[in-house]
């Protein structure tokens, strides 16, 4: 998994570099700017987002489920690419919207969605407003503890900086199956729960 990560790092290194030239350019005008570049290397990383993250989930879950994992399974978002790159949008304007009146709404909201690639991944023709919604539900009474999740891997980020980063190539696959394993977890419960109700 840590070889994965690297080669998806590899994906986003040109955009990266690119980045940094800028930078470095309003600095030292002697490096060159790349800002037309630099504006359609954003619009791609933009649209990626969307179709990666659904494909890590997928590639998480197979991973935890014990079924075969390839390197290409990260890819598989790009086969549902509008409706993954609309869930990402509508994730990113609810929690932006929610922030708006204060942050703390915003970070209950976030937490509240944090499930809905992995819904989709599961089901992959929900809607995207639907995913988000059942990951609300899904995620009634478990939002605190996803961030008590969440904020345990501070430490092992600050450690992994001081490697020069290398060894975010292990925390990302860490975060990563955590994730999923509590999505799993999660995912029984609220299932156990519909059946009682019905």
């Not at 290194?13 to 030292?28: A, D, G, K, R, W």
């Not at 992959?124 to 009474?141: F, T």
Request: hydrophobic share 50%; proline share 5%; aromatic share 20%.
């Amino acid at each position: 998994m840590a070889l994965t990560f690297f080669v998806y790092s590899l994906i986003y290194l040109p955009y990266y570099v690119v980045s940094f030239l800028n930078t470095l350019h309003e600095s030292i005008p002697e490096v060159p700017a790349f800002s037309g570049t630099y504006t359609l290397m954003s619009i791609a990383v933009f649209l990626a987002g969307g179709p990666f993250a659904l494909g890590f989930a997928g590639y998480s879950l197979r991973r935890i489920r014990g079924e075969e994992i390839r390197l290409t399974n990260i890819f598989e978002g790009f086969n549902h690419f509008f409706p993954s790159l609309l869930l990402y949008i509508l994730t990113a304007l609810f929690v932006f919207l929610w922030s708006l009146l204060l942050i703390i709404p915003g970070i209950v909201k976030g937490l509240g969605y944090s499930m809905a690639f992995y819904i989709m991944r599961d089901d992959p023709s929900i809607k995207p407003l639907e995913a988000l919604r059942k990951s609300q539900l899904m995620m009634k009474g478990y939002r605190l503890k996803y961030l008590l999740l969440s904020l345990s891997f501070i430490g092992w980020a600050f450690l992994a900086f001081l490697t020069l980063c290398i060894g975010y190539f292990w925390l990302y696959p860490y975060i990563y199956l955590s994730t999923a394993n509590f999505y799993e977890n999660v995912k029984q419960n609220y299932e156990k729960t519909a059946v009682a109700a019905a």
